[in-house]
């Protein structure tokens, strides 16, 4: 079957809704609620309809028999995931899904019983799905295909443009998490080796600072408020919570540096090396302040857009921010 431009665009939007439709049900039934799957804002996933036509595409010609369609359509939808996942780990430094932990996997991009299954899937596909698909296609009348295919296709861009964005706020955010993070150990690790007060002070600063401890205690606060507020509130109380946990960290950092600046005086050191020391220290505080001053009065806003994404895609991970997405989830009450 010879198909028109306008065609091939419906059909990549049909199948794109019918992944959505597979995909939500499947995940939310595995996750215990509605989970509303994607990339996209929309019920499309964009990922399917490429899919659906690229298998088309690639086994139309051997449509007649079974095992070029299931090595033809395996082969072309492997490459697409592949491809794809590559691609929007590059540029949003998080991977929308991983098969890091199953077997025979490549990059955590595909796996060997991710194509087996694309190729069983090109077999219903062609000769299953696609045939009353087919039949209905064709009797849309040809002066509508096309502007019906527009007009698709101005609102899928516009979601996706809207998506994108999103997704590089989250990108940002996560980037944001962990190098404020690392800020925090740092500037602990600086207090320590500073060296300006006794070992019971020492002791008493580590616990009051430590990171991993902070996050602890959010998380049990957390814990005893979720099950009785709605998402919305609950993401803004744990965000209201966990930075009122940091200001108090932070504090601590203050009032500490500002310990170590007054004792240095009494330190055994030349002249040239407490100078050195107490600029160090100045533009320590100085850092801790303008965090303070960061934390204040944040906006929900970007976190409730960017637990929507981790809430449509439950298996998004990233390397290099896995703390940072870790903390994200527990503010919709997520681990």
């Not at 989970?35 to 990922?47: A, C, H, K």
């Not at 309809?49 to 449509?63: E, F, K, M, R, W």
């Not at 540096?257 to 100078?275: F, I, K």
């Not at 934390?295 to 809430?311: C, E, G, T």
Request: aromatic share 8%; hydrophobic share 45%.
């Amino acid at each position: 079957m010879v198909y028109t431009t306008g065609q091939w665009v419906l059909l990549f939007f049909f199948y794109c809704l019918c992944g959505w439709v597979w995909e939500s049900c499947y995940v939310s039934v595995r996750q215990r609620h509605w989970v509303n799957r994607g990339f996209l804002q929309g019920p499309l996933l964009p990922i399917y309809g490429s899919g659906a036509v690229i298998i088309l595409l690639a086994t139309i010609p051997v449509a007649s028999d079974l095992r070029l369609v299931w090595l033809f359509g395996m082969i072309a939808a492997t490459i697409l995931e592949y491809v794809t996942g590559a691609v929007m780990e590059r540029i949003f430094r998080v991977r929308y899904w991983d098969y890091s932990n199953q077997r025979f996997n490549l990059n955590g991009h595909i796996c060997l019983s991710s194509s087996i299954a694309w190729g069983f899937f090109s077999i219903l596909m062609v000769r299953v799905i696609h045939p009353p698909v087919a039949r209905l296609l064709i009797k849309i009348p040809a002066l509508l295909v096309d502007p019906l295919a527009h007009a698709l296709t101005v609102v899928f861009t516009i979601d996706v443009v809207r998506s994108v964005q999103a997704a590089l706020d989250l990108r940002d955010m996560l980037a944001r998490i962990t190098e404020e993070n690392e800020e925090l150990r740092h500037i602990a690790r600086k207090i320590e080796i500073t060296a300006a007060f006794a070992g019971d002070d020492l002791r008493r600063f580590r616990e009051k600072t430590e990171l991993e401890a902070l996050f602890l205690r959010v998380r049990m606060e957390e814990e005893l408020d979720q099950r009785r507020r709605k998402i919305r509130e609950r993401v803004e109380s744990n965000l209201e919570r966990l930075n009122g946990a940091k200001l108090d960290a932070l504090e601590t950092f203050a009032g500490a540096l500002e310990t170590c600046r007054e004792h240095l005086d009494g330190l055994p050191a030349g002249e040239q090396d407490r100078a050195a020391r107490k600029e160090e220290l100045d533009a320590l505080i100085q850092k801790v302040r303008r965090r303070q001053e960061n934390l204040r009065n944040p906006s929900a806003a970007p976190y409730h857009r960017a637990l929507r994404i981790l809430r449509a895609n439950p298996s998004a991970a990233a390397r290099e921010f896995s703390e940072a997405i870790k903390n994200l989830r527990r503010l919709g009450g997520k681990d």
